[in-house]
């Protein structure tokens, strides 16, 4: 197959982390990406030359996806460019810690617009393309897999997720038989600024399997359900059974409770 014969996937933050690792995953396996970033430019241009050296068509798209009209310009933006829209993923997150005692109305807009707000936008905005195109494709939105295994810490962040989880069924329903929509739960993949490399290397080998998912597990996932036609209103949780391990505080804050298991 050509590269510009190619279906075309829109991947939300794709410039780093796990949206740069489902980017790769999807151009090694025969899609052209649209590589979504906001603040990260530089970043997003070594990832676009990156999808390039694996064959794919790979084009960098800013955005800011708490700006109403940025986020409704993306998916038209991205037609321009490429000819048509197959596929999104819709992987950028924002997450800032609170909690019950500290939640704020603008702390919950903040995480709503980004992650709840702007995948309904753009699931739509696909949607309303595949009908003019009279075509058919997918949607797979990343959640979490602290929705299946609750607790309080990142509030704002965890009820915008949840609410997203739900738009997944619903926007499933809205939009067959044309555009399918799945999710995927990640469970801890990735260190971050509250998570030192050990403390992520011993909470993954407490998950139930004895290790944790790795980037290329979540970017598997994602891949599955885009390419599966018989699939929509389902999520996958990627997180070597995590969920299942019920804790009383989120990962950061796991540390004496970890060790206090030896």
């Not at 955005?63 to 109403?68: I, N, S, V």
């Not at 739900?166 to 990640?186: D, H, K, N, S, Y």
């Not at 801890?188 to 998912?213: F, K, M, V």
């Not at 989120?250 to 409770?257: A, G, I, Q, T, Y």
Request: aromatic fraction near 4%; glycine fraction near 6%; proline fraction near 6%.
């Amino acid at each position: 197959m050509s590269a510009s014969a190619r279906p075309v996937v829109l991947v939300t933050g794709a410039a780093k982390r796990l949206g740069r690792a489902i980017a790769r995953e999807l151009a090694t396996h025969g899609w052209n990406v649209a590589v979504h970033f906001h603040a990260s430019a530089n970043a997003a241009t070594a990832a676009c030359r990156e999808l390039q050296e694996l064959g794919a068509q790979a084009q960098p798209f800013g955005a800011d996806l708490a700006d109403e009209a940025a986020c409704r310009a993306l998916v038209p933006a991205v037609v321009e460019a490429f000819g048509h829209l197959d596929g999104l993923v819709n992987s950028a997150s924002l997450m800032e810690h609170d909690e019950a005692a500290s939640v704020t109305f603008a702390a919950l807009e903040r995480h709503w617009r980004i992650n709840t707000g702007a995948p309904l936008l753009l699931a739509a905005a696909l949607h309303e393309h595949l009908v003019l195109r009279d075509a058919r494709g997918a949607c797979v939105n990343l959640l979490d897999q602290k929705l299946w295994n609750p607790n309080p810490d990142a509030l704002s962040y965890t009820l915008s997720k949840a609410a997203l989880n739900e738009a997944t069924t619903l926007l499933a329903q809205a939009f067959a038989p044309r555009l399918r929509v799945c999710g995927v739960a990640p469970g801890l993949t990735l260190g971050s600024p509250l998570i030192d490399e050990a403390l992520h290397r011993e909470l993954q080998a407490r998950s139930p399997l004895g290790h944790g998912p790795q980037p290329h597990d979540v970017a598997a996932a994602v891949r599955f359900l885009l390419e599966s036609p018989a699939l929509t209103g389902t999520t996958l949780l990627v997180d070597c059974g995590q969920h299942l391990q019920a804790q009383p505080r989120d990962f950061p804050f796991l540390r004496s409770e970890a060790t206090r298991y030896e």
